[in-house]
């Protein structure tokens, strides 16, 4: 194959030697001739020292006479336009005559211009492009090529790639006929949807849903991030929508697609300070989507999880007036999206997915993904030619926890006090009513911090808690250290976490689901993100916050009250299940329920 940049790179270096070349030659010419005064250059002629003498119209070239073994020496002296000079040439005998200047039209073209372009050229490339590799990239491309860098003529993805997103699916269907067979809509008079925006959680397969449009309108993919437009010049990021725009519909039909546009599609209002170069962006954006023609088959998608902050004038009618909601999968989703990644890799047919989507609530079509990943890489690691559900199940504790830490030694009162606090909080949760049942109970450390820890799973996808429910985590979560008082008598920094989860469960019980009697159904707080776990913003007066902490905590004292009297009451049951524990490391929940059921307990619960 013809190698390109090798090519480029020889056109450098001939047209630099070239240059180097004739600098050198004017220098050599230079050192052979010698410079002389014209009336240095009169006596010469007078005392009859020249021979020949060429006049050209700026300067005499002056070729002396020689002796025998002499070397030649010529000099040259300015044409000072000297009347007498043909006379004393003449009378001194010499030779002269005219030099007739080069009329060659060929060369002097060449000189003149081909040559100067030629070595700007270069010497631009030369310093450009270096500045171009020491700013990252595009400085001086000025977002001419950065669009075409990014289209794919074919994205290669279907929406069978993507699963448990069936509602947006569904959505994103009529666009793909659209691109399809435009002139099914345009004959009828239809205008279809300009833009479409994807919205949802990080990691849900929004980037992965646009590229599947593409894939099944079978159409080319113009795709640029957000935060691409936003460059380091005023002014470059306009210039980038456009180049994007008129690409686009060169190629119609297609598929642009901006991903994380909340970068440059952040709301205008509010915001003193201003960012002129965002806002020229975001206007030419809008200019583009205005002055787009209907009827052309161009989809403009766009992706985001942060919907609230866009800017209104983008959600307007003509523009991105679609909303795909792409949310977090349910337990069917997750099971759907477990098998799409399966399909990649070699897996035991007993592989039971469904167990694997219910011990993974909450998680994103990107993190299964990871899980399945995960899991593949365990299996080679223990020489294995497939993945087998321990694989799996490895990989969502190393998602969830990071990666076993055997190598972390803790001393036997540390081990100890690990085992009593996980199984205060196993404990709770298998005496409380309507708990999740507990999943496992470890004190295998974790590289992202956990000494041990206990898993609960739900038997079903929860999207509603009870007030009851609630409390039940609550209590569930202080558990441990409640077992560490009961136990030990002293308290540990072990409950850290803890403590920020059920604090943060209480308030938002008092604040956001009006579940507090003094509060009744006052909305004190609302989530800033929908979609991302954002800090909370705050609507109330600083004398109702302070009454806000005075409920959570009372709510946190009598759940903690509660953890402790539970575990008090069961002190027996719950050392003899540390103890097994501590020998262990590692409790099932069958097994942990199997110790609960046989210590009679349960049956005074009537549970
Ligand atoms: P987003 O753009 O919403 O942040 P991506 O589309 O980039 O998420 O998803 C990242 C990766 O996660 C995808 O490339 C894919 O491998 C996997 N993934 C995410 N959602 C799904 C899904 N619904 N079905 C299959 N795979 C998914
Ligand atoms: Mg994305
Ligand atoms: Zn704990």
Redesign the pocket.
Known sequence: MFDNKKFKYTAYYAVGAAIVLMILNFVLVDMKTQSIKYNEFLQMVNEKRVEEVQISRDRLIIIPKTEEGQKKKIMYTGNVGDPQLIENLKTAGVTFNSVVPDNNPFKNFFINWVLPIIMFTFLGRLIFGRLDKKLGSGVMSFGKNTAKLYAENETGKTFA?????DEAKESLVEIVDFLHQPQKYTEIGAKLPKGAL?V????????????AVAGEAKVPFFSMSGSEFVEMFVGMGAARVRDLFKQAAEKAPCIIFI?EIDAIGKSREGNISGNDEREQTLNQLLAEMDGFDSTKPVVILA?T?RPEILDKALLRPGRFDRRVI?DR?DLK?RE??LK??LKAVKYSEDLNTEAIAKATPGA???????MVNEAALRAVKHSRKEIIQEDLEEAIEVIIAGKEKKDRIMSDKEKKTVAFHEVGHALVAALLKGTDPVHKITIVPRTMGALGYTMQLPEEDKYLSTKEELLNQISILLGGRAAEEVEFDSISTGASNDIERATQTARSMVTMYGMSDRFDMMGLESPSNRYLDGRPVQNCSAETSAIIDEETLNIIKEAHQKAKDILKNNRELMTNIAERLLEKETIMGDEFMEIVKESGVLESLDK
Do not use: E, F, R, Y
């Not at 990691?203 to 849903?209: A, C, Q, S």
């Not at 994103?364 to 990871?370: F, P, Q, T, Y």
């Open positions: 790639d993507v699963a448990g997103q994807l949802g959680p990080p990691g849900t397969g929004k980037t992965l849903l646009a590229k991903d992706a999880n792409v999968p989703g759907a999206i799409v990644h994103v079509g990107a993190d299964l993904a990871n």
